[in-house]
Nanobody, 118 residues
Framework: QVQLVESGGGLVQAGGSLRLSCAAS????????MGWYRQIPGKQRELVAI?????KYADSVKGRFTISRDNANNTVYLQMNSLNPEDTGFYYC??????????????WGQGTQVTVSS
């Protein structure tokens, strides 16, 4: 009933930029929170950035990444600047959704690979 579709991943050189997008669709009354997580090889999955009542970033991306939302279109973006090889990993979009039937459910996108070469 609810799908999150991501785009924008790929290969970029160190110091470059990528812009990820995630569009939610389906039976959605309201999206309470949208955020980005990543899985880096050898590390625990971590929250990268989240947008809800406030905006938060992982310490490792502060000053380099920017999360933004287009609420009218249920879309969240992650602008990633000054990328370095340590940012390489699989990035997931997450949304906490209140459906029309009143249920509050967390959904995940399919993920997208980000690879940064030196």
């Amino acid at each position: 009933q609810v799908q999150l579709v991501e785009s924008g991943g790929g290969l970029v050189q160190a110091g470059g930029s990528l812009r990820l997008s995630c569009a939610a669709s389906g039976s959605i009354f309201r999206i309470n929170v949208m955020g980005w997580y990543r899985q880096i090889p050898g590390k625990q999955r971590e929250l990268v950035a989240i947008s809800g009542g406030s905006t938060k970033y992982a310490d490792s991306v502060k000053g380099r990444f920017t999360i933004s939302r287009d609420n009218a279109n249920n879309t969240v973006y992650l602008q990633m600047n000054s990328l370095n090889p340590e940012d390489t990993g699989f990035y997931y979009c997450n949304a906490v959704v209140q459906r029309f039937n009143g249920a509050v459910v967390s959904y995940w996108g399919q993920g997208t690979q980000v690879t940064v070469s030196s």
